[in-house]
Every structure is written in structure tokens, then in C-alpha cells.
């Protein structure tokens, strides 16, 4: 019992955590509240790259709208901490039910998942990209018109439960959970399948079972982070889960390396970062005056540079930060 | 009634091209059973038709006794067939021990959520299916590279490994598509003892196909002949 040794990822999680909670304006205060938002995001960012990348980058397919689960998530969530439980944040004990109604909020958008996924993965051919690119579109038309969760106003007046403890939480068991699943029997299923799928299914994998289960594991995932979203904004409104916002996750994934959870860790904080810095610094800019008639560069240009970007990467074909390599942190040591 | 595996009346068609004609033959089990004929005779058609990738225009496939015919290829591996690629198909960004570990998949017991927990019972799984892995490492000759990515090994390792992949699934019947294709006649010769070990140290029956006269003349105990689809010998 004398040499028990920390995970090295417990050991990690556990230090940032501190870090964190020892800067925050509850202790210190030397990062103030809107730092420690941004902070919050880009874990939500975190949870939303690694499982889009269990998609993209472990299994090979190719997701288009991620953000329509985390609008599943967020609204089941968000519908039942606010209309239904009425919960309210300064009463401890309504913590555990809120995670629970995060949990059921990611079981949904699992659902959704199978419902998109199992029909377009059977296929051979791109059809999945086709289906989430519509499905993005689709679901923000449905969260529109129903005025129930509010339609084009959004879902408002979502309880404050996602503190950064809680999104911390979150975070790091899904980092756990996807690292335990790639280093699983069931993972290598996934990754075969990328590698050479014709092969994959002559080793006996089931080719189209594993693509749909990484597919609804990444939907599950995505709906936690849309229902962590939604009660840190205190909203949810049906233009947060369109295209642009998946395709924000989609470069994390690239930038970050398909197929590497290190690497989509590291894109989800730098782009996080990178994209309120952009926010800020533009609208920053001095509006200017051709032909008597003024311009001011709006936010929304935050989202062409990233367009650019990605158009970098692919024709650079660069591999991101990390590539398909992982930090020994999220490796389990094998003895050789 | 010995056959292991059985074709009858077999025929493929690639729109009007007639790929594999009529074919009939048993592969007794136990034997390394060839079949040659020159290129684009229809060989790897064959085994595309007996693995499932192709279901047959016209005829059927027995795996002992059953008819396999039309069955999804997973099912047909996970039922004891297993193949190797002419056309190398590794998985090239994984390590040489996962690329076996893959194919030792579908005989896993730990579910999905004892997976994600890695709970006792899933560690103890895991260490067989390491040890059975690092046995055909050793038998193939690759323990110097078992944690290497796949796509930096040597070609003549990768039609080694492929080999061991193959093997990995636990299977009676294991086809090979042109062994020995790419290598030099030293590594030839030594395939020709792997593929005689294999088939006596995993008690399988061996069905190669070859253009090469000499590596079926020397290894295979029975020989069936084919040319542009058609049965010759
Ligand atoms: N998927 C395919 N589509 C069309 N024609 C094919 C296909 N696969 C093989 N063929 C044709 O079938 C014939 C037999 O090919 P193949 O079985 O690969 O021959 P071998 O393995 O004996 O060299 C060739 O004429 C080849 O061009
Ligand atoms: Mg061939």
C-alpha cells in the first residue's frame, strides 16, 4: 500500500483545479469574474471538442453539427431545472438534482443521436455530414417555433448552477471516461475503423454498431455541454447551436489534431481564449468613413478569420498542435 | 462431408464482365489448400466472395456445412474466417500490438460500461488478450517493434503482421492473398516454414492463392488451377 502514486491525470486535473480556485474572486480574487468565464467555456469547450473528436477524429466519421446536440442538451436541461424543478442555486441541495438534469440532458441528445446516426452510418458514402449539417438547421427551425421553450426569445431565466467546480467536474470525467474508451477493446474498434475500414470489418468489428455507438457517445456528451452552457449563460437561444458554432468546434478538433484528446484540450482553451480576445480587439476598432457612409467591423468577423484558418489547415495539411499523438498524461502506461 | 469450406456453382459478374465462372471445389479442413492462375483470373474475387465483401451473382459458399452466402463479413470472420490483403491493409497510426488487439475484439467479454470503468475484471481480460498478443508477436518475429506504429514497420513485417492480425480472430480457415507478393526469395522460403507453422501450431486450414508456381508447388497439399474465371486443373 506504501508506493500508491496519484493518476498522473487526477494529479494534473487536480493541480489546475487549485491553481484556478486559489486565483478565483472567491479566494485571491487575482482573476476576476469575467476571466473565470472565460475559463468556464473553454472547459465547456473541452467537453465539446474531445467528443466530437471521438466522431471525427477516433472514428473517422464526419460530423457537421455537433452544437444541435448540445441544443438538445441544453433545452431538455434547462426545461427541467427552470420550468419544471424551478431549482434554485443558492440551495445546496438542489445540486445534486441539477447534475442529474445535466445528466438527463446529455441522455437526450444520446437519443437524437441514434435517431440521426443509425440510419445515415448504415450507409456507405458521406451521408452523415450531409444529415448533421441539416440537422443543425433543423433544429434550430423546431426550438423556434416552439413556444413552449420560448421560440425565437430562447429558453430564459435558467437558473446559475454551472459554477466552476461543477463544469471542472464535468470536464474532467469526460476526459477520463473518453480516455478509458479509446484504451478499451471498444475503442480500438472505433480507431480500426478510421484507420482502414474495409479491414476493420474483416477482423470481425462491427463496423456500423461502432460508428453509431461513437457517434451517440459524442452526442451524449455534447448535450452535458449544452445543458453546462445553458446554466452558465442563464439562457438558451436558438441561434447559440447553428453552423458557425459547430464549425468553431470543428476547427478546435482540426487545430487541435484528429484523434487526439491532448490536442483537442489545448485548441478548446487557446480558441476559446483566441476568439474573446478577437471580440474584444474588434470591437475595439475605430469605425471608419468611405463615401460618407460609416462602417463598424462587426464581432461576426471573428468567424471569417476562423473560416481562414481552417482553409489553412486543410491546405497546409497540417497535423494541429499535437497531431494524432497523445501527453503521457492522458496515456495509461503499459508495461512493455 | 470433410469439407471445411464449400463452393458450389459459384459465379461472379462485374456488370457484363464474368469475374469468377462456375466455380466448384471443396477445401478440406486441416489442409494448405492453393490456388493460382495468372492476373486478373478472378483469385481475390474469390475471397472477396467468400469473406462476404461480394455477395455471388449465381451458386453458394458452405463454411462447414452452413451456407455463408450474402452474410455480412464481420459475421463471417466472427464465424472463422479470417484473411490477409494482396494489397496491404494495416492499420498504419496504430501500434503493431493494437493492430492485433483489434482483430481479438469481437471475443471480449468486458461490456462497455465495465470498459469505461476499467474495473478489475476488465484489467484482468486485457492482460489475456495482451499476453495472446504478444505470442504472435513473438511467433512473427516482430517483439522488437510491438509498440511501433504499424506504418514505419518494413514490408515484408507488415505481410508478417497482417499474418498475425489474421490469426488474432481464432479462426479454422485463414485465406491468404499472394503471401509472398513483393518479398525477395529468401524472405519467400522463410514464409513458406511460417505458413507450415501456422497452420500445424494453430491446427487451421490454409487456402493461399499465388502466381507463383514455386511457393504453391512447395507448400500446398492440394492445387486448383484457374485461368480468366475458368476452372483448368
Ligand atoms: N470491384 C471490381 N469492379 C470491377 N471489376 C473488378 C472488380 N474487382 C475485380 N475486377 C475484375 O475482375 C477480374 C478478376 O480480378 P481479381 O479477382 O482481382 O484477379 P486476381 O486476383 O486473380 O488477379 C479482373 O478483370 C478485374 O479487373
Ligand atoms: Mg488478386
Known amino acids: 500500500m506504501g508506493n500508491f502514486k496519484l493518476p498522473r491525470l487526477l494529479l494534473a486535473g487536480l493541480i489546475f483545479f487549485i491553481i484556478v480556485m486559489i486565483l478565483s474572486p472567491d479566494m485571491t480574487g487575482a482573476l476576476n469574474g469575467y476571466f473565470m468565464v472565460i475559463i468556464e467555456r473553454s472547459l465547456i469547450f473541452v467537453i465539446l471538442a474531445i467528443s466530437l473528436n471521438l466522431i471525427n477524429g477516433i472514428t473517422g466519421q464526419f460530423s457537421l453539427g455537433h452544437m444541435g446536440f448540445a441544443a438538445v442538451g441544453a433545452y431538455v436541461s434547462g426545461t427541467f431545472t427552470s420550468i419544471w424543478f424551478k431549482l434554485n442555486p443558492h440551495t445546496l441541495s438542489h445540486y445534486p438534482v441539477f447534475m442529474i438534469c445535466i445528466v438527463i440532458g446529455g441522455l437526450g441528445a444520446a437519443v437524437v443521436g441514434f435517431l440521426i446516426g443509425f440510419p445515415s452510418l448504415r450507409l456507405k458514402g458521406d451521408y452523415l455530414a450531409i444529415v448533421t449539417l441539416g440537422f443543425g438547421e433543423i433544429i434550430r427551425t423546431i426550438l423556434n417555433n416552439i413556444d413552449y421553450v420560448g421560440g425565437p426569445r430562447g429558453l430564459l431565466g435558467i437558473p446559475m448552477f454551472s459554477k466552476f467546480p461543477i463544469i471542472m467536474l464535468f470536464a474532467f470525467l469526460t476526459v477520463v471516461i473518453l480516455r478509458n474508451l479509446v484504451q478499451s477493446s471498444h475503442g480500438r474498434a472505433m480507431l480500426s475503423i478510421r484507420e482502414n475500414e474495409l479491414a476493420s470489418e474483416l477482423c470481425g468489428v462491427d463496423t456500423v454498431r461502432y460508428k453509431v455507438m461513437g457517434f451517440v457517445i459524442g452526442a451524449f456528451f455534447a448535450g452535458i455541454a449544452g445543458g453546462l452552457l445553458a446554466h452558465l449563460l442563464t439562457l438558451a437561444h436558438p441561434t447559440q447551436y447553428g453552423f458557425l458554432p459547430s464549425a468553431l468546434v470543428l476547427i478546435m478538433v482540426y487545430a487541435g489534431g484528429m484523434g487526439s484528446l491532448t490536442g483537442s484540450v489545448l485548441a478548446a482553451f487557446t480558441l476559446t481564449f483566441l476568439t474573446e480576445g478577437l471580440r474584444v480587439g474588434i470591437d475595439a476598432l475605430p469605425e471608419f468613413t468611405i463615401a460618407s457612409q460609416t462602417y463598424k467591423i462587426g464581432t461576426e468577423w471573428t468567424m471569417v478569420i476562423y473560416a481562414i484558418l481552417l482553409i489553412l489547415i486543410m491546405l497546409f495539411k497540417t497535423e494541429g498542435i499535437m497531431g494524432m499523438r497523445e501527453s503521457r498524461i492522458l496515456i495509461i502506461e503499459e508495461k512493455k | ?233
Open chain 2, 1 to 233: 462431408m470433410s469439407a471445411l469450406l464449400s463452393i458450389q456453382g459459384m459465379s461472379h459478374y462485374f456488370g457484363g464482365l464474368k469475374a469468377v465462372s462456375n466455380f466448384t471445389f471443396d477445401v478440406p479442413e486441416g489442409v494448405i489448400y492453393g490456388l493460382i492462375g495468372p492476373n486478373g483470373s478472378g483469385k481475390t474475387t474469390t475471397f472477396n466472395l467468400i469473406t462476404g465483401i461480394y455477395t455471388p451473382t449465381e451458386g453458394k459458399v458452405l463454411f462447414e456445412g452452413r451456407d455463408i452466402t450474402g452474410q455480412k463479413p464481420f459475421r463471417i470472420v466472427q464465424g472463422g474466417v479470417a484473411r490477409t490483403f494482396q494489397n496491404l491493409r494495416i492499420f498504419g497510426n496504430l501500434s503493431v500490438i493494437d493492430n492485433i488487439r483489434v482483430a481479438r475484439h469481437f471475443t471480449v467479454k468486458s461490456g462497455l460500461f465495465t470498459s469505461l470503468l476499467r474495473l478489475p475484471s476488465f484489467k484482468q481480460e486485457e492482460e489475456v488478450v495482451r499476453e495472446e498478443a504478444m505470442q504472435l508477436i513473438k511467433m512473427m518475429h516482430l517483439e522488437d517493434r510491438a509498440f511501433d506504429q504499424a506504418k514505419n514497420l518494413p514490408y515484408g513485417a507488415l505481410r508478417r503482421l497482417e499474418i498475425a492480425r489474421a490469426l488474432a480472430t481464432k479462426p479454422k480457415l485463414v485465406l491468404l492473398d499472394e503471401p509472398a507478393a513483393g518479398m525477395n526469395p529468401k524472405e519467400t522460403d522463410d514464409l513458406m516454414g511460417l505458413i507450415r507453422q501456422v497452420r500445424d501450431d494453430f491446427k487451421v486450414t490454409v487456402f493461399l492463392i499465388e502466381h507463383h508456381m514455386k511457393l504453391v508447388m512447395n507448400v500446398c497439399e492440394r492445387v486448383k488451377v484457374i485461368d480468366f474465371g475458368e476452372t483448368i486443373a
